[in-house]
């Protein structure tokens, strides 16, 4: 289920909707299953999430032409802000310092 789950939330999390509800939702599965499923794995859900906006940020990233508060909304932050404090927790680096590297 894990490899499923990771891409309904590629697809999900541009859209803003990737809750565990709407995710389960999806799935056609109550959010407690999901939970559960996850557990089996030993992964939660907030974990899934953070590690795939992690992989789409940098993805976002290489793209020269979207900006750092678009990256920050496709990636499911609703502040900028937030986006930015995530991406340091990263790296250790800024996103600007990060983008500078590689140009």
Known sequence: MLTEFRKKLFQLIPS?????????????????????????????????????????????????????????YLVGYTETSSFYHAFKGWIGKTVLQYRKEKE
Do not use: H
């Not at 909707?17 to 299953?33: D, H, K, P, W, Y």
């Not at 499923?37 to 992690?54: G, R």
């Open 16 to 72: 803003g909707q990737f809750s565990l509800e709407n995710v389960a939702e999806e799935f056609g599965i109550s959010a407690r299953t999901v939970q559960r499923n996850l557990a089996a794995e030993n992964i939660k859900f907030n974990q899934v999430v953070k590690s795939i906006q992690k992989i789409m940020a940098f993805n976002y990233l290489e793209s020269k032409e979207l900006s750092i508060e678009e990256i920050a």
